[in-house]
């Protein structure tokens, strides 16, 4: 049975460090795209982080994300815009899965502005145009899209790789699956939830159960489980025969549940 909802998946850059793993969820997607249109939206830390490391920068972060001075913007969009992207792309289509490599600012999808968060070139993403996107899954194409934007007047921007995903996912009225190297978010007891509401998260974040780039991941999650009024699921890259079972509308992961309406 065809879902009628489109599918955004976020990857983070930890899955290409594991060849196999990329593979094998590509593999899915392949088996899936007859059915499904999807979209695959990529950060890259551990990537940028050896690169910069290489060109003599240390990496700063502010609440889970990444302060990206200006001197670096051109070496981060280089690494997540080209070297993730294309290794990514390249693999798909080595596997006959048609890929095409994007930015947030192809076909001028995303809109960004500058974030207030002191963090300086990072952008934050709203939706504008879904039209290249459109014509990419109506023509059986896999987008991959690299977290990388740029500011109205044309500066180019980092932009936190699960906030992209939202942004997309918003753009085209998806399901969204935020897929980590974990396989869900944890209570304090060291539990994996199946469920997570913003209360819950604000109680677990102040306590420190929720931390370090999990924080931004949930905020990013619970953004679009109320923008969308849907719950949004977190899972492990690790398990990608989850993807269907996500698809046939089975919860998997955790599943970050939208305020209820009063």
């Known amino acids: 049975m065809s879902?009628?909802?489109?599918?955004?998946?976020k990857i983070g850059g930890t899955?290409?460090?594991?060849?196999?793993?990329?593979?094998?969820?590509l593999t899915v997607i392949s088996n899936l795209k007859a059915d499904a249109k999807i979209v695959l939206v990529h950060g890259g830390g551990c990537v940028v982080d050896e690169m910069l490391a290489q060109a003599g920068f240390t990496t700063v972060k502010k609440h889970g994300l990444r302060v990206t001075p200006k001197e670096q913007i051109g070496l981060i969009s280089g690494a997540l815009a080209g070297t993730v992207n294309k290794?990514?792309?390249?693999?798909?289509?080595?596997?006959?899965?048609?890929?095409?490599?994007?930015?947030?600012?192809?076909?001028?999808?995303?809109?960004?502005?500058?974030?207030?968060?002191?963090?300086?070139?990072?952008?934050v993403p709203s939706p504008k145009s879904s039209q290249l996107l459109d014509v990419l899954l109506n023509s059986h194409f896999l987008p991959v899209i690299s977290s990388i934007g740029a500011l109205p007047?044309?500066?180019?921007?980092?932009?936190n790789a699960d906030d992209a995903a939202v942004a997309i996912c918003q753009l085209l009225?998806?399901?969204?699956?935020?897929?980590?190297?974990?396989?869900g978010v944890k209570d304090g007891d060291g539990e994996y939830l199946t469920s997570l509401n913003s209360k819950q998260a604000k109680l677990l974040i102040e306590q420190?159960?929720?931390?370090?780039?999990?924080?931004?991941?949930?905020?990013?999650?619970?953004?679009?489980?109320?923008?969308?009024?849907?719950?949004?699921?977190?899972a492990s890259w690790q398990s990608p025969e989850q993807i269907p079972q996500l698809l046939a509308g089975q919860g998997v992961g955790t599943q970050i549940q939208p305020d209820e309406c009063f």
């Open 3 to 9: 879902n009628p909802k489109p599918l955004v998946i």
């Open 173 to 183: 009225n998806a399901e969204l699956l935020l897929l980590t190297d974990v396989n």
């Open 208 to 234: 420190g159960v929720i931390a370090g780039g999990m924080t931004a991941k949930v905020n990013a999650a619970l953004q679009a489980a109320n923008q969308l009024r849907r719950s949004i699921a977190v």
């Open 153 to 159: 007047h044309g500066d180019l921007v980092n932009v």
């Open 15 to 25: 899955i290409l460090e594991k060849e196999s793993a990329l593979t094998n969820l």
């Open 87 to 123: 290794s990514i792309v390249a693999t798909a289509n080595s596997m006959h899965l048609p890929a095409v490599g994007l930015s947030l600012a192809d076909g001028d999808m995303i809109a960004c502005t500058k974030s207030a968060l002191d963090l300086d070139e990072v952008g």
